[in-house]
């Protein structure tokens, strides 16, 4: 009885817009994004430009996520401005992008390498356009599969993300308790920019009583995974947290691992989960 949204690029009525942000319904205008928000936008494009084998020149690769952070912030002035009830669209952000210079990286040149995610791209319909998920239901699943292998599946899994999180914020209850369950091959990411966003992000549902949940068939797929985003694993690192409690469960329903950060099992540390620091 779960409604089932699958997203098929050529399905008609479901969009993943980036920049989506809820209406203030007091005052007829969208909500304006915090810098954190601003700049998890700013990460969905990137993975974007990762997803399309974009790599910049040695002298713009600290210039990119600022170009980037720029014209989402700029977008939303620009709307603010003049139609601030209308939602901002990844065309909106496209042509303000256009217009910006960081460190000698033109946005225009970015501009044309994002083509497949609006307009008339492939995955347009993905991403550019007005976001019509339902928010009465109590669940919602996604369906990802006709997505895997193509540039559009990570910003997908990262923009649903996202929306999911900002609905959090601004329209349920803060202590009412959500998850976000994400289930698939984790080793098909390995864009920094994926986990660097999976990490903002966990802090932020962490906030606002929402839980992160992680599946794999196949915890290595997990642990190489978030190896390459190079986290760092500081403090609060998306490792660190998911292991204050995690059970693993095989298929036939046997308890392969069980650790909380109370009990300190070493059965955790040999999986290779946890450092002995991070404990």
């Known amino acids: 009885g779960m409604p089932y949204l699958n997203l098929d690029p050529a399905g008609a009525g479901f969009c993943l817009n980036p920049f989506w942000l809820p209406l203030d319904r007091r005052a007829g205008v969208r909500y304006r994004p915090s810098p954190d928000e601003t700049l ?3 990460m969905v494009v990137a993975l974007m430009l990762d997803e399309v084998g974009y790599q ?3 002298e713009h690769v600290s210039a990119l996520v600022p170009l980037l952070f720029k014209a989402v912030n700029r977008s939303y002035s620009v709307n603010h401005a003049g139609t601030p009830g209308k939602e901002v669209t990844f ?8 217009s910006i210079q960081v460190s000698g990286l033109e946005g225009e040149a970015i501009g044309k390498l994002l083509a497949p995610f609006h307009g008339e791209g492939q995955y347009a319909g993905l991403f550019d356009g007005e976001f019509c998920l339902p928010g009465t239901d109590e669940v919602a699943i996604f369906g990802t599969q006709l997505l895997t292998g193509t540039p559009a599946f990570a910003p997908a899994l990262s923009a649903l993300q996202l929306h999911s999180c900002k609905r959090i914020m601004y329209e349920l209850p803060r202590l009412e308790t959500k998850a976000m369950v994400i289930n698939h091959d984790w080793s098909v990411h390995r864009s920094r920019y994926f986990g660097q966003m999976l990490e903002a992000l966990y802090r932020e549902y962490r906030r606002y009583n929402a839980s992160y949940i992680l599946l794999t068939d196949h915890l290595k797929s997990l642990r190489s ?3 390459s985003w190079d986290l760092k694993f500081t403090e609060d690192s998306i490792m660190e947290n998911l292991c204050h409690h995690l059970d693993v469960v095989a298929r036939n329903g ?3 691992l069980s650790y909380s950060a109370m009990d300190d099992s070493p059965a955790a540390k040999e999986a290779g989960l946890v450092s002995a620091g991070s404990l």
Do not use: G, K, R
Not at 91 to 98: K, M, P
């Open 40 to 42: 998890s936008m700013a």
């Open 225 to 227: 995974a978030i190896d």
């Open 56 to 58: 910049p020149e040695p």
């Open 254 to 256: 046997q308890t392969v």
């Open 91 to 98: 065309t909106d952000f496209v042509t303000n992008l256009n």
